[in-house]
């Protein structure tokens, strides 16, 4: 079987092959994959525990024994809900990932794919579906009568979480350095959004559009003070990245008198793939795509992938 | 009847008298009361919404109609037990509070002391208990298999919680810039203890004596990320203060990866405040008292209360 695997750091990914059996595990067929963030990270260098040569790739859409299925990229979470043990890992390192032919899984990594979604769609889901479950609907408790607001609705897993939150029945408002972006969240039902560039931004949206009980953040960095801001009093915030750095000035006193809960989470246990996958199906949920690429193209998706314009997931179709 | 009242920031306690009744409150008698930071923090100027006359005090043990009470500081919480309604106030301001000879309550702020409890201890429980309670119980939910650290000992707070975590039956773990303090908590049934002076003290404490899965702090500041670095995966954070100031080097990644919550929490609703003290009843838990003075010598008791030597509360007994 062919796979694409990286050799080194920032190097591109090679057309390499993998031959044998892997015990306890079945080989299937991969349909389509998507790239992850992770992915992004893990080729830069900038992500733990790497180890070269790694075929990535922690989501797919795959057939087995003439099925299709949707890959959970967890592996090995153990039994304990709230942490992953230490044995634990992501599909596409250090197991070999999915940008290859074949994949070799457990079968209980393989859970149906929701009717409504095609190939593609149902090869990106999971991993930043996974991610904006866990934050928004089981740290956040998202209600719907909570008001949401996602702080960059650039990324996956703030535009699954929107998703979720809309499906739920939330009032969603978004920020983006891009006022197309914005525009499009609105397209897809948030009620409105604004910059995060300007100073005091928090403040001055929540004069104007009122304070939020559900925010999530991938960004951190100086501005997180301004998500207290537009917190509420009881307001709950969920953070799975921090692509602005360390958080350099939050009070304690917002925190302890506005009874702030901040969570931070990554990815989520099996349970919460389960309840994910049914959140998507009872509520026809699409994840969004921006581009879908050949994976023989695989290394232009990657070029493409880190475009600051794109809004949805990169998909790749596999022969 | 006689209280002592507070007429401008930073002003002495001054004795002056109050008459006439409020409607749909009982008077009772005040036995004894006590000081917390936050009638300290009135008293400088420094909280929000201050005004002047005000009798201060928060706490009291009382008697009406020939029984003993202990007063639930709450006013008017409201019916949501994530958060107080906006009318809430804590008694002691902007409703008269417990340094008089009367105080005026509603009576449902009137609850049974638990029986192994003297009126000194009585009177100092109320409000750090039910702040200790919520941080620890309801927001961290401590379990008896977690491993406990308080930051900062010297605190009322600080000392319930770690009285509380002790009930329950967790291994706690302390802090202090003083030896006499950590050694005093150790008496009382902590295992360890540290000092938070020196640089990088929660990662070599953490080396020395493993990871906490919850963590109490009432501090902030730029040492808050070494409650980060002692902190378990999945580990609970709970902050009820912020003595140290802002909170200046937070990483996102540490939070996320190591799937950390962090919960800001003040005061607690009154079904806290009941399951508070029924631990307190339980496990027949004696909030810790420094010294006991006459009420008349007040100016002299808040002067005693900044001593940073001092471990415990500040218990004042009325005639």
């Not at 859970?111 to 991993?127: D, M, R, T």
């Not at 479950?133 to 209600?143: D, E, G, H, P, Q």
């Not at 917190?231 to 799975?240: E, L, M, Q, V």
Request: hydrophobic letters at 35%; proline letters at 3%.
């Amino acid at each position: 079987m062919w796979v694409y695997e990286l050799s080194e750091k920032e190097g591109v990914l090679e057309k390499g092959t993998r031959e044998g059996e892997i015990e306890g595990k079945v080989k299937v067929k991969v349909l389509s994959s998507g790239i992850n963030r992770r992915d992004i990270w893990i080729k830069k260098g900038l992500y733990p525990g790497i180890k070269y040569p790694a075929v990535l790739g922690s989501d797919a859409c795959v057939s087995y024994e003439n099925k299709t299925y949707l890959l959970n990229p967890n592996i090995d979470w153990g039994s304990n809900p709230m942490v992953p043990q230490e044995t634990y890992s992501i599909l596409g390192l250090e197991h070999d990932g999915c940008f290859a032919e074949h994949v070799w899984v457990t079968s209980d990594r393989l859970f149906k794919v929701p009717a409504h979604l095609n190939i593609e769609e149902a090869g990106v889901l999971g991993l930043a579906g996974l991610t904006a479950y866990r934050a928004l609907c089981s740290n956040c408790k998202v209600t719907k009568n909570d008001r949401v607001f996602i702080n960059g609705i650039g990324g996956a897993v703030a535009q699954n979480a929107m998703l979720f939150a809309l499906a739920i029945g939330c009032e969603v408002h978004v920020s983006s350095s891009s006022g197309d972006k914005i525009e499009q969240a609105i397209q897809m039902g948030a009620t409105a959004g604004c910059s995060y560039k300007e100073e005091n931004w928090g403040k001055n949206y929540k004069k104007k559009e009122g304070g939020f009980d559900v925010i999530i953040d991938s960004a951190g960095g100086r501005g997180f003070k301004e998500l207290i801001n537009l917190c509420n009093i009881g307001g709950r915030i969920g953070i799975y990245g921090g692509t602005r750095g360390n958080i350099t000035d939050l009070s304690p006193q917002h925190l302890f008198f506005k009874q702030i809960h901040i969570f931070g989470s990554t990815m989520g246990n099996d349970v919460e793939f389960h309840q994910m996958l049914e959140l998507v199906k009872t509520h026809k949920i699409r994840p969004v795509i921006d581009t879908v690429f050949n994976i023989h193209d695989i290394n232009k998706a990657f070029e493409y992938a880190v475009d600051k314009e794109r809004f949805g997931k990169i998909a790749l179709q596999h022969d």
